[in-house]
Each structure stands twice: as C-alpha cells, then as structure tokens.
T-cell receptor, first 117, second 114 residues
Framework: GAVVSQHPSWVICKSGTSVKIECRSL??????MFWYRQFPKQSLMLMATSNEGSKATYEQGVEKDKFLINHASLTLSTLTVTSAHPEDSSFYIC?????????????FGNGTRLTVT | AQSVTQLDSQVPVFEEAPVELRCNYS??????LFWYVQYPNQGLQLLLKYLSGSTLVKGINGFEAEFNKSQTSFHLRKPSVHISDTAEYFCAVSVGGGADGLTFGKGTHLIIQP
C-alpha cells in the first residue's frame, strides 16, 4: 500500500514551453504533498508544500510564478514548470503524507526527469 | 532550522562485509529521523525511521540504525552487504514527523565491490 505515482517519468521540452508533472496517491488520501528538486549527484531540496484546497507554501528562493502548484483533490497535486529554461533541467520528486496518520513517513514518487533543450 | 550532515559522500565496501553510513543532525527542537535509499533514476524508498521509543531501529533489507541524542547522530548499519545494496542513501530529519517536508543530507553513495 501507500503508492505514489508520478507522471511522466521523463520529459524533454523546448526552452520557453511549459511542462506539467502529476503526483498521485493511488491508494490513500494525501492532504499534504511535497515537491522536491534534485540536481545530479546532489541531495533533494524541498521546493514547496502543497495543501489540498489551498495555496502552496514555497521555500525561500523558489519562484512561485515559475513553479505553479495545484492540489485540487486529495489524491492529486500538479507541478507546472512555466517557460522552462535549460537551468530548470533536473529531477523532480514528489512525496505525499497520508491523511490522518499523524507522524507517518512520507511516501515518494519515482520522480520525473526534466530536460529542457 | 535543522540540518543534516552525511560525512561520507562515497563508501566502498566489499561484498559480505559490514558497513556503517554516518549521519549527524543539528536542530534546536526534537526531530524525527529517517533513512531513505535511492536507486538510479528512481524515487526514494524508506529504509527505516525513528519517531520515538527504542533508539535502535530495524528497517528493511537488513539495515538498522541507532539514534544517539547526545551525539546527535543516526548512523545506518548493515552487518553484511550485497551487490544489490549499491545505491545512494539519504539521511533526513523532520520536525513534524512527516507533517512537514524533510531536510535531507547530501547523500552517501554506497559502492559494493565483489
């Protein structure tokens, strides 16, 4: 149980276009989801906290107008990279917290490799 | 704010030998501690967690970790490693036990040599 599905697993887009990444909790409800970014051979950096039905909370230094987050249901959060540039190329990973489970560990998706050409 | 230090960026070990991956943390409040494993181009899989109770925590794949509050450490150990354990290992902390996002260390690449 507690599966988080991320789609797509990889995407290549041209500079200036927008890309949407989906994060779904398949067998549980997730009021809160998190979006991370991972550069090659580096750690994961928290970008934002996504709460169902409300605005996302962004970490310092993350442009909210560039990385649009929508958490419209208890099982789906989306991250849209707007006007992507090569420096946005990275591995994006989402995680979800199981609603009502108190101090439960986060469940991670398998990530999305974004390459901007 | 909290921070995590993984002292070794890379640890080479021979197959069937024991291994310890080190993790130290810094926080002004009590934290919850986690170890995750990441295989190439994949997400993270939880190995084990310390939320409360016994300071020796056993996880999946034969791994265990011990929480040492006085030394602010949470080192990961395995008595005998296998080739399949080759991966990146991340230590992480949270204040809310999962209610907030995790703060990760930079990771340790475990390399198992035959």
């Amino acid at each position: 149980g507690a599966v988080v599905s991320q789609h797509p697993s990889w995407v290549i887009c041209k500079s200036g276009t927008s890309v949407k990444i989906e994060c779904r909790s398949l067998d549980f409800q997730a009021t809160t989801m998190f979006w991370y970014r991972q550069f090659p051979k580096q750690s994961l950096m928290l970008m934002a906290t996504s709460n169902e039905g409300s605005k996302a909370t962004y970490e310092q230094g993350v442009e909210k107008d560039k990385f649009l987050i929508n958490h419209a249901s208890l099982t789906l959060s989306t991250l849209t990279v707007t006007s992507a540039h090569p420096e946005d190329s990275s591995f994006y990973i989402c995680s979800a917290k199981r609603t009502g489970w108190g101090n439960s560990p986060l469940h991670f998706g398998n990530g999305t490799r974004l390459t901007v050409t | 704010a909290q921070s995590v230090t993984q002292l070794d960026s890379q640890v080479p070990v021979f197959e069937e030998a024991p291994v310890e991956l080190r993790c130290n943390y810094s926080s002004s409040v009590s934290v919850y501690l986690f170890w995750y494993v990441q295989y190439p181009n994949q997400g993270l899989q939880l190995l084990l967690k310390y939320l409360s109770g016994s300071t020796l925590v056993k996880g999946i794949n034969g791994f265990e970790a011990e929480f040492n509050k006085s030394q602010t450490s949470f080192h990961l150990r395995k008595p005998s490693v296998h080739i399949s354990d080759t991966a990146e290992y991340f230590c992480a902390v949270s204040v809310g036990g999962g209610a907030d996002g995790l703060t990760f260390g930079k990771g340790t690449h475990l390399i198992i040599q035959p």
